[in-house]
């Protein structure tokens, strides 16, 4: 299974920024797709997840502010990141996981600029 993410870069606070994320290979049925983020010196940390259903699960520090969607007939999450603040200068990661199996894209950096 490879994850391959697009989108990030540079934004000013206050900002919108939005990524995707498409899996390709052997994915299995049902899973979760989803995004975490590690900031430099910080552990990584769960942005948000969503079902194959929709059902979805944020952080504390993005709720209200992050989307999550997903397409499954084009196996691909999205994150769309609103009201953006200097904290949230960070690699986001996007995840795929089944059972006990994860699979972690090559990390997207996202830079929030005050």
């Not at 948000?48 to 989307?67: C, H, L, M, P, W």
């Amino acid at each position: 299974v490879q994850l391959q993410a697009s989108g990030g870069g540079l934004v000013q606070a206050g900002g919108s920024l939005g990524l995707s994320c498409k899996a390709s290979g052997s994915i299995v049925i049902p899973n979760i797709m989803g995004w975490y983020r590690q900031a430099p010196g910080k552990q990584r940390e769960l942005v948000a997840s969503i079902t194959r259903g929709g059902i979805t699960d944020y952080g504390e520090a993005v709720k209200g502010r992050f989307t999550t969607s997903r397409d499954n007939a084009k196996h691909t999450v999205y994150l769309q990141m609103n009201s953006l603040k200097p904290e949230d200068t960070a690699v986001y990661y996007c995840s795929l996981k089944w059972g006990i199996s994860a699979f972690w894209g090559q990390g997207t950096l996202v830079t929030v600029s005050s």
